[in-house]
């Protein structure tokens, strides 16, 4: 908090720092005999009427009467990283949006509007990174209108919680009555250290995914389209622990799988999943390193990796390999409309 000369908190923020990141303190309790305070932290995204809104890091919107702040700051855009590779937004964005390719896009500005016949909501959303070209309600009617010809809802993916990200248009999409759906985080970690790691053998890697993998992808019903966006990306690759069963233990349904892409620096994991019965033998890390040191092979030094923040057991994972969260990104539904698959 910003502390003057003569020792007094104060507020050195007004209407004015809109979509600077700031660290607000405000009273919790007004009038109460022992004064209790709440410190705030993220995007102003509005000051309006003596109320400010500020995003937080995870997307959610705080609401707080400008009377009660007793201090205010505008704090750097993101706070420097501890370890992990450097990296914007916007091309971490790009990065994780070209692994994981619709069937069919069409530009709106600097809008992407991407569809793969309802299959995730990652390639059956709109990726804002610019300027659409349009007012942003003229921008919307236009989405609408794109995925409405579809037979699909509009969604629109954003992202808070670094430099660069999307916390103004949140409040705007927020204001308008979208709803804001499953928040998830994409991590970044080394990748070398993970390609260190020792793990048993085993593990078969694959440029497709067979029958057997896809028994093992916690998806049903599985379509053409599907495989399509699966098999999408600079360089990709399916790892495998095989399962019981069959001529040589490879029959069957594996024990665990992995899905990577590999583009320039950066490596992707995606589809890291384990046989409930085969949990706690080591088998995802396994996966993971194997397909670290394919990426290095290719030239990767970087890794990133998108995960629920309500999956634990895979947070505790990546954790406990180096991983550590750059920005949450969302996917925000047009009103009125029935929730699509993740």
Known sequence: MEI???????????????GKRVSVRRLSEPGASVEKFTDTVGVLTSWDDGVLVITRRDGE?????ASSLVAGKIVP???????????????????????WRPVESER?????????????????????????????????????????????????????????TQELLCAELAERGW????????????LAPLADVDE??????????????????????????ALRVLGSGPSVWFASVPGEGGEGGRGGTPAAIGRLVVDGRWAGF???????????????????????????????????LQVETDNAAARALYAGTGF???????????????????
Do not use: C
Not at 78 to 99: D, N, Q
Not at 179 to 190: P, Y
Not at 270 to 279: M, N, S, T
Not at 324 to 338: C, D, N
């Open 77 to 99: 855009a993101a706070p420097a990283r501890r370890k992990g590779p450097a990296a914007a937004y916007e091309e971490l964005a790009r990065i994780s949006a070209r692994a």
């Open 108 to 164: 709106l500005g600097e809008w992407e509007l991407r569809a793969a016949s309802g299959f995730t909501r990652r390639a059956n959303s709109v990726l804002p990174l610019g300027d659409p070209g349009l007012p942003l309600d003229d921008a919307l009617t236009a989405v609408r209108r794109w995925y409405g010809e579809r037979g699909l809802p509009a969604y629109l993916q954003t992202a808070t919680g670094a430099a660069g």
């Open 4 to 18: 003057s000369a003569a020792g007094r908190l104060e507020v050195r923020i007004t209407a004015a720092d809109v």
């Open 179 to 190: 709803v804001r759906e499953v928040t998830a985080e994409l991590w970044t970690g080394a």
């Open 324 to 342: 550590a969260a750059h920005h949450a990104y969302h996917h925000y539904r047009e009103p009125g409309t029935s929730p699509a698959g993740r």
């Open 270 to 304: 995606a589809a890291v999943e384990v046989a409930p019965e085969r949990r706690r033998e080591g088998l995802a890390t396994a996966v993971m390193a194997a397909l670290a040191r394919r990426a290095l092979d290719e030239g990767a030094s970087a890794a990133w």
């Open 200 to 225: 048993p053998g085993g593990v078969t890697l694959s440029r497709t995914a067979d029958a057997a993998w896809l028994a093992r992808y916690q998806r049903k019903g599985l379509s053409d389209v």
């Open 61 to 65: 919107q705080v609401r707080i009467a």
